[in-house]
């Protein structure tokens, strides 16, 4: 295994980079608590544990050196462009995007008005067409969660 | 199954059309109450017995929802950014009269109205039965010789073993090791294991292992010896001094939105009163090892001011440099 | 003894607490398979609804809500690889990738019975030894759950695929967002980046959710299109060889379950974790590699978080101190019930503790039932088309995480998480090591500062009492151990030596 060069997948350099930053500032943040910590005190947890990221992201990084990208994979633009067809097609970014929508809408437009437009309209898109069957199972899934969840568990939704 | 829909969604419109002249007959749908801290806990029980009984009186449903978090600031904030229409209760305890001493949060109880003070629980000093300590005076006399090896059991900043620490070193000296559990239950649980030495506790968490003999009290914190727990010597028999704190205990209260209408307001008060005097949860008090107040109005406001000056001023005294704020900057009197 | 006997089959011959129970169960099953919806949630709910109830029913109610609840768990974890609750993550480990080769009817049938086993033991256990187990259990010092904790850390090994880094770097991730939130012990803010409403943490079923459910349905995105798996639905029940089989691993993961299950420091999820270990620990050759659906890393967890049931009632039947979350909102149920749960509960009231252990037992035979009638629907869950299941899966998740502590914040909180999981699963980081620090790092960071505060904040007194209290020195021995011979972490050492 260590002669082989293991696969990179597009993209995950870069990834591993900002998981470094990521450790660098949730050590910044730690080290915000109490300056350096003593041996029991509110931040020696968070300073470790940070510390341990920072580490751990280092050798994830190092170990870029025994790994390889596609041959297939010409050049840092072509890898950006791979990377960005894989995870970047559209019907992903329509979903994540109505999921963000969706969740915005919940508080002003209560919970059950913008769930049922969300399965509805997610439904339709993922089904390309089909309307009212898309409709009618978004109008049954609603009607369970609110026997359940309201009726039965009383938990208050917005 | 349709009924209830159907009603829900008749009130549901007739609420939306009624938004104009909000006065209609309170209440009109159901009241959702918050509990400031978690299932299980002593606020949850209190809240959990009183409910049904207001439910009936005000003949609507009081829909319980625990927001644990912060030492309650979660629950606390979010009853105070709903609308002030009277369907946001919230239950809590005595910790938001700390916050803005402690910097958790820049908001009390002065900034909600305060529907009933429920209850104040008593508070004893515990130790394991194989304590070599017999009264808190021992205790005291063996912490002068020893400072700083004693272990005893606490809840973090602002919790009750806390302040009654900060009590005792207001008015005499207690240098112990400070252990931190998330909660009455757990500090128990290592007490009864021996791992700690004593621990302030409410007399509700801890009343049943004094009476099995698995523990005992060395203090009750009272001017006078308690009916619930005889034997125990009231704490101002080791510290005559601490008197002037007194009475003291955790408690618990109704609160709602401050600018909510005035005849709602009074329909949450008179219900609640008529709830909290309820012999059924009178005894369930009593069973407690807690104590009712039902105040409300001038009273309880008045309950409140003292209950935070005595605090804060206690904890000020005992240990300034741990707050955030002095009571004098908060314009808290001196008791 | 003729009273003891009489009061344990009490629930057994009434007709009205027959049914409670089997209604409990059976809810219980449904509650504890959505996510976010837990025992502990309905467990409270249950007391203002069973207020003016007799303590009976109210109990028998309880207790089938609580023994339905820790099993349903695990329908989930299987079926959409989202756990309903923590005790079920290990088990979406195995019993995802095996609906996901058409086995989900088979791995909900034997789930069910290996559950119902490690119920059974549990109960029997706390029938049995339940004064012995509370002393025990008490014996158990701050340092000593720490021990525990770290023990728990090692299993990250075993939780981290192929790449060790990417596994540490992991659970301190998911420790770092455990510690969110107040200092438990200045109630100074931690890591929440100076916001009010982190102020009391990240409650780890948002993580949970999101890094499982919405993460999976965000992967499960890339193949929208492809043709769900048809289930294999004809061999539910497990054949009695196959029972028999795993009988002697399931015999010792419902003691590992019993035991961590009595610490009141600890509950199920955990105890699902160290039997996930136990088992790949021990079992040399497994029905498939561990991960890959091996019927043991389902077998494993199921009995633990079973058995743990018991256990949990043991400080409270004995004590009156809670075992974990869901005793003590029954506990809160006795008290306004007008009883005093205490030590002397058992001596006072002993008809308690023989009612709720026969109780108990008649829980798990209604679990038998229900768990395995049901099944051939459930599986078709598997076979909805990706396009309906993929929206309705992010809307439960919306709905459970609501449901937590009804805050709109812990939702964002969970697509944020959600999306999270979803790239760390593309690059190779596994969710499991997340969600043990999740579980793990306020455990360890609680316990450690007791531990430091009980000898003084002296670091040398701290590590003296590691070796000369006889149960630390088991614990910290067990560590040893384990360090050295962890297999992962010897030839990982040995291939980092032999490259250079």
Known sequence: MSQKFERVQPGEKVFDWLLLLFSIGVLLEAYRIDGIPSVNSPGSFPVGLALVMLASSVVILVSHRRKRRDPRIRNALHEAQVFLHEHFQPHIVVFTFLAVAYLAAIVWASFYVSTYLFLAVTFIYFRHGRVVSSLIISAVAIAVIYALFTLVFRVYLP | ?335 | MSDTFSFLLMAWLDPQLLLLTALGTLAGIYVGAIPGLSVTMAASILISFTFSWDINNALALMVGIYVGGVYGGSRTAILLNIPGAPSAVVTAFDGYPLAQRGEAGQAIGLSTVMSVIGGLLGTLVLAGSAPFLADMALEFAPRDYFLIAVLGLLLVSTLSGKSLARGIFSVALGASIGLVGMDMVTAQPRLTMGSMELLGGIHYVVVMIGLFGVAEAFYQLHNLTKVPIKQKVDKIIPPLSMVLKYLPLSIRTSIIGVIVGALPGTGGDIASLFAYDHAKRTVKNPSSPFGEGAYEGLVAPETANNAAVGGAYVPMLTLGMPGDAVTAVILGALVIHGLNPGPMLMIETPHIFWFTVGNLALANIFLLIFGLTGIKVFSKVVEVPKALLIPLILVLCVVGTYSINSNMTEVYWMLGFGILGYWLKVFGFQMGPVILGVILGPLLDETYRQAMSSVGDSGGQFLLALVTNPLSLVLTTVIALVLLGQTPAKTWLTSQFQRN
């Open chain 2, 1 to 335: 199954m349709f009924k209830p829909l159907l009603t829900s969604l008749a009130v549901a419109v007739g609420s939306l059309a009624m938004a104009g002249n909000a006065l209609a007959e309170y209440p009109e749908r159901n009241i959702q109450a918050t509990i400031q801290w978690g299932a299980g806990g002593a606020t949850d029980n209190v809240a959990r017995s009183l409910t049904p009984h207001v439910e009936e009186i005000l003949d609507t449903t009081v829909v319980l929802t625990n927001r644990p978090g912060g030492t309650g600031v979660i629950g606390m904030n979010h009853v105070m950014r709903q609308r002030a229409d009277g369907y946001n209760l919230l239950y809590g305890a005595e910790n938001p009269q700390l916050y803005q001493l402690m910097g958790l949060a820049d908001f009390s109880y002065d900034d909600m109205h305060t529907v009933n003070i429920i209850g104040q629980g008593l508070v004893v000093i515990a130790a394991p039965a194989d304590s070599p300590f017999d009264s808190l005076a021992d205790l005291l006399e063996h912490a002068k010789a020893n400072p700083g090896e004693l272990r005893m059991g606490g809840t973090g900043a602002g919790g009750l073993p806390s302040t009654v620490l900060a009590m005792v070193n207001a008015v005499d000296e207690l240098d112990v090791r400070n252990v931190t559990f998330g909660g009455d239950g757990p500090g128990i649980t290592a007490m009864l294991g021996g791992h700690i030495d004593f621990m302030p506790l409410s007399l509700a968490a801890v009343g049943e292992q004094i009476r099995s003999g698995k523990m005992k009290g060395l203090a009750v914190l009272t001017k006078e010896e308690i009916e619930a727990l005889p034997g125990v010597p009231p704490i101002t028999q080791a510290l005559p001094d601490i008197e002037s704190f007194l009475p003291w205990g955790p408690f618990w209260g109704v609160f709602v939105h401050q600018d909510t209408p005035d005849d709602i307001k009074a329909t949450l008060e008179e219900a609640y009163e008529q709830a909290v005097a309820n012999q059924e949860f009178g005894d369930f008090m009593q069973n407690f090892g807690a104590e009712v107040l039902n105040l409300n109005g001038e009273a309880a406001e008045q309950y409140l001011d003292n209950w935070q000056s005595v605090t804060a001023w206690a904890m000020y005294e005992a240990d300034a440099e741990t707050l955030e704020a002095t009571p004098e900057e908060l314009g808290i009197p001196r008791p």
